[in-house]
């Protein structure tokens, strides 16, 4: 007869097993991603890994801290992304960047109305799968409000592929030396002390507040409100090196993904055809959008395009750096407005849809 600890013994190789296996995948599905030139490949690529694991029995949970802290810490890296210039554009041309923001809002919310109205999704998914903000914010928001996460995950990922492929296709006809191609990881950068040291500050003492304050998703706006209020107002540098981007991001696609079943899989492919129309459906909006700012306002094409592209705001970011005669500093302001305003009012344009669809 077996010692009375086998059991547990046996339980403890079998999250091992299962944690192993879960790293493995994700090493392999984010190379894959690497090497296709996708973006998002370090979130992605481990969020696949897990549904994979999720829809065939895996049991391991990522641990509540650990998912905290990685929100935390793209909270940090939201708020180092917002600079005093590309607030000083926006405000420059506020009116016409608030017309195109505003704009982008309402197709997407009409889209998530259409979406949920014809209960393709339901409730507020289909508006939190619909934002045009940035994927990993409009992910860890939806949750506290009431939205199946694992859906808008799939919405919101799957637009980011359709967009930057798009974008990147788009940027290398039109400029034909662009020579769009991401940046090389420094995985192991020299360590700013003062600024790394202020980065972690940010996340602990953001995510804290943002738990004291019971904020919708406090972890990651919490350090999103206190780390723009300290790099825009009073100059603190921050520091996100790739390794810690890179378990923040693998922490936050496991947890997502290991919650998948079979039967939301089913649900998501069974659906495929209508999402994939309406992420076609903003892009062609977006589209009509950047011809207006070229044609009436003289904006050139592919600073408009780029700069009314919906989502994967780094990625875009990438493709205009990378593309010659493109305004960065127009794309960023507008992007990173539009990003902003979907933060600050998506939980109020979600309950509107919510309820205008229940009516």
Known sequence: MGSPGHPQRL?????AAQWTSLLVLSSLFAAALEVADLPAALLIGPMLAAIVAGTNGATVRVPRPLFGGAQAVVGCLVAASISIDILATFADDWPLATGVVVATLAASSFLGWFVSRYKVLPGTTAVWGSAPGGATAMVLMAGAFGADVRLVAFMQYLRVIMVSVAAASIARMWVATSGVVAPSHVWFPA???????ATIAIAVAG???GWLCRLPSPYFLGAVILGGVLHIGFSIPMQLPEW?????????GWAIGLNFTSAILRHAVRALPQIIGSILALMAFCGGLA???SHQLGVDPLTAYLATSPGGLDSVAIIAAASDGVDLSFVMALQSSRLLIVLAFGP????????WVRQ
Request: no cysteine; glycine share 8%; aromatic share 20%.
């Open 11 to 15: 339980g403890k190789w079998r999250r």
């Open 244 to 252: 810690l981007l890179a378990v923040s991001y693998m922490m936050i």
């Open 207 to 209: 995510g804290y507040v």
């Open 291 to 293: 011809w207006l700012l």
């Open 348 to 355: 109020l344009l979600a309950r509107f849809v919510s309820r």
């Open 191 to 197: 360590i700013d002390w003062s600024a790394f040291g």
